[in-house]
C-alpha cells in the first residue's frame, strides 16, 4: 500500500489532487481512497488531504500518519509545517519549489527522495494562474509510477471539462518532463 | 445502466443508489448538517434523470412530514440528515415508525450539540435508538450502496411496513473516494419491484392514520410496534441473502471476523469494523488470539446471533462512539452487557467510548484499545467506560 499526503492551502486543489489520482487508481483497477482532512472548509488556511492506493480492499478508516508520499503544494507552508512528519527511510517528498533536490534541507536521521519542481511558474504560464494542483501531479506520476498520465487523463477531463482540463493536462505534462528529482 | 465499477466518493453513490432504486419522493433540508447525497439527488430530479417529486422543505421536521405523507400515499420516500437536522426531526421520527410507514434515511452519523460540532460519532442516531425505526450500520461505500436496495426490500415488506435507517459514518464515509460496484437497472429491478402498499391513503378507500389513543389501547398500539420489529427479522435476513444470491455480497446481522478461534474480540460498529480488522491481522501475526465483531443490525437487536458470535470468548472489548451521560457507559456496551446478563461462561466486557466528534482513532490507537482491553478483562476490571484518548 501506498499512503500519500497533500498540504496545501484551502482554494488550491490538494484535495482535488487525492482524489484524482484515487479515481485513476480505481479505474486502472486497483483499490484507493481520497479524503481530506475533514473540517471548516476555508480559502487559503492550510488543508491536508490524503490518499491511499493498493492492490487489495484497504481496511483503514483513519488519516495517514506516515505517509510514503508526500505533496506540498504551496511553498510558504514549509516555514509553517514540518511536511515530513511520519515519513521514513525511502519517502519521497514533492514540493513546489525553484530549488533544486539538493538545495532542499530536511530534519536529518532520514533518507528522502526529495523531488522539486517550479510549478507555480508552469501554471502560471500554463493556466493563467498559480493554480498547482494538477502540475504537481505530473512530477507526483514521474517520481512514484504509481499511474500513467494516460490514467490520469480521464478523470481531468470529467473532472474540469474539455477546454479546462486539456490546459491542465499540459501544465501536467510540462510538469512531468521539467521534474528534477534527486538521489 | 450497466454493472460498473467506480472510483467514486461514498454520497454521490448513495444518491445514484436512490435513484436506481426508482424513488418517488425525496424530501430534505439543503443546509448543514446535510451531505452531497441529497444534494446530488436534487441534480438527477432537475436534470430529468429521476422521476420523482424533490421537495425542498424549511426544515428536518418538514422534511419528515413531507415523508410521512408520501409513504402514506404508497410512494417510495427517501431522506437524509444528521446530527441537529435529525434532532429536530425527531418529533416526526417517532411518528413515521408508530404509523408503520415504509421509508429509507441515509443517516450520516454525526455528534450533537454542544458544543457546537459537525463531526463524526453516532451521538444522533442514539438519540433516536428507541424510536421503533429498523437500523442498519454500514462500514463502507459499497454496503451504502447496496443497504439502499435491501432497505426498501426490507422497509416496505408487507411484514414490516417500519421506515429503515441506514447509518453511515460522516465524512469517514459521506467524504471519501473508493471504489463502489453499481449493479445494472436490469438487476435492482429483479430485487425491488416497485412499490404497491396496502393501506396506502387513497380517496376510494378512506382510512385514518395516526390516530388519537386513549390508555386503552395506547400500550396495544406499542405492542405492535414491538412486535412488527420483531417480525422484520426474518424478512431482513432473507433479504439480504437474496441480495447476496445476486451480486455476491452477504450481510449478516453480526458480522466476524477471525472469531472462530480468538479467546477474545473486540466489537464495532459502523466504518470502525474495518480498521479494526487491520489491526487485528496484525495482532495475529505476532500470536494474539483476537477477532472482529461487527454490530451490523442495531434494531432489531439480533440477540442470539450476537450471543452466538461470541459464545467461549473470554472476553469483550466494545468500542463505543457515543456517551449515555451519567449512565452505564457506551450504548452498545450497555445491550451487549444486557445480552448476556446471567448466562453461564458470559465474556467480560470492557467499555472504551472512542472517536467522539471525529477524533481519529488510528490503528496504533485500536491496537492500544485491544491490549489494553484485554490486560483489564484479564484482571477484572470490567465496570464502567473508559473515554479514550482523554487530555489532562
Known amino acids: 500500500m501506498l499512503e500519500i499526503r497533500l498540504h496545501g492551502r484551502g482554494g488550491q486543489g490538494a484535495v482535488t489532487s487525492a482524489e484524482l489520482i484515487a479515481i485513476a487508481a480505481i479505474n486502472k483497477g486497483n483499490f484507493a481512497q481520497a479524503f481530506p482532512s475533514f473540517g471548516p472548509e476555508r480559502r487559503g488556511a492550510p488543508v491536508v488531504a490524503f490518499c491511499r492506493v493498493d492492490d487489495r480492499k484497504i481496511n483503514i478508516r483513519a488519516k495517514v500518519y506516515e505517509p510514503d508520499v508526500v505533496i506540498v503544494l504551496d511553498p510558504g507552508l514549509l516555514s509553517l509545517l514540518d511536511p515530513t512528519e511520519g515519513m521514513g527511510d525511502g519517502g519521497i517528498l514533492i514540493l513546489n519549489t525553484k530549488k533544486k533536490p539538493q538545495e532542499v534541507v530536511t530534519a536529518p536521521g532520514r533518507s528522502l527522495k526529495v523531488v522539486t519542481m517550479d510549478a507555480n511558474t508552469i501554471a502560471t504560464e500554463e493556466l493563467g494562474r498559480p493554480i498547482v494542483n494538477t502540475t504537481m501531479l505530473g512530477g507526483f506520476i514521474r517520481a512514484t509510477g504509481l499511474i500513467g498520465i494516460d490514467d490520469i487523463k480521464e478523470p481531468l477531463l470529467e473532472r474540469f471539462g474539455k477546454k479546462l482540463g486539456e490546459r491542465n493536462l499540459k501544465a501536467m505534462e510540462r510538469a512531468y518532463q521539467e521534474v528534477s528529482i534527486g538521489e | 445502466m450497466a454493472r460498473t465499477r467506480k472510483g467514486i466518493e461514498v454520497s454521490i453513490a448513495m444518491a445514484d443508489a436512490v435513484a436506481q432504486a426508482n424513488v418517488d419522493v425525496i424530501a430534505a433540508y439543503p443546509i448543514t448538517p446535510q451531505t452531497h447525497i441529497v444534494e446530488h439527488l436534487s441534480e438527477i430530479v432537475a436534470n430529468g434523470e429521476l422521476d420523482a417529486e424533490y421537495v425542498p422543505v424549511e426544515s428536518e421536521h418538514s422534511a419528515m412530514s413531507v415523508c410521512c405523507g408520501s409513504s402514506a400515499v404508497g410512494a417510495r420516500t427517501f431522506t437524509s440528515t444528521s446530527s441537529q437536522g435529525l434532532a429536530l426531526m425527531a418529533e416526526i421520527f417517532y411518528i413515521a415508525a408508530s404509523m408503520r410507514l415504509p421509508m429509507v434515511m441515509a443517516l450520516a452519523n454525526r455528534s450533537l450539540s ?262 483489564k478483562a484479564s484482571k477484572g476490571e470490567t465496570e464502567g467506560f473508559t473515554l479514550y484518548g482523554l487530555r489532562g
Not at chain 2, 393501506?199 to 414491538?226: K, W
Request: hydrophobic share 40%; with cysteine; glycine share 8%.
Open chain 2, 114 to 375: 454542544g458544543p457546537l460540532s459537525i463531526w463524526n460519532d453516532h451521538t444522533d442516531t442514539m438519540m433516536v435508538r428507541d424510536a421503533g425505526w429498523i437500523h442498519v450500520f454500514v462500514e463502507n461505500g459499497q454496503e451504502c450502496y447496496d443497504n439502499v436496495f435491501c432497505g426498501y426490500r426490507i422497509s416496505e415488506d408487507p411484514s414490516v411496513m417500519l421506515p429503515l435507517a441506514v447509518n453511515l459514518d460522516g465524512f469517514i464515509l459521506t467524504h471519501m473516494i473508493e471504489p463502489v460496484i453499481y449493479e445494472d437497472n436490469e438487476t435492482i429491478r429483479k430485487y425491488l419491484p416497485d412499490v404497491r402498499m396496502k393501506n396506502a391513503l387513497h380517496p376510494d378507500n378512506p382510512v385514518s392514520m395516526g390516530c388519537f389513543a386513549m390508555p386503552e389501547i395506547y400500550t396495544e398500539a406499542q405492542m405492535g410496534r414491538e412486535q412488527g420489529l420483531l417480525d422484520a427479522y426474518p424478512v431482513i435476513v432473507k433479504a439480504w441473502k437474496e441480495w447476496g444470491d445476486l451480486t455476491g455480497r452477504y450481510y449478516r446481522p453480526i458480522e466476524t471476523y477471525r472469531t472462530e478461534d480468538a479467546e477474545y474480540c473486540i466489537v464495532t460498529m459502523g466504518s470502525y469494523g474495518e480498521t479494526a480488522m487491520e489491526v487485528v491481522d496484525a495482532l495475529r501475526e505476532e500470536g494474539e488470539k483476537v477477532g472482529v465483531v461487527k454490530i451490523r443490525l442495531w434494531r432489531p437487536f439480533p440477540f442470539e446471533d450476537f450471543r452466538s458470535a461470541v459464545e467461549g470468548k473470554k472476553s469483550l472489548i466494545v468500542v463505543d462512539r457515543a456517551i449515555s451521560f451519567g449512565g452505564p457507559g457506551g450504548p452498545v456496551a450497555l445491550e451487549l452487557r444486557s445480552a448476556l446478563y446471567g448466562r453461564p461462561n458470559a465474556p467480560a466486557i470492557v467499555n472504551y467510548v472512542a472517536g467522539l466528534a471525529g477524533r481519529d482513532v488510528a490503528r496504533s490507537d485500536f491496537r492500544k484499545i485491544i491490549l489494553e482491553g484485554k490486560a
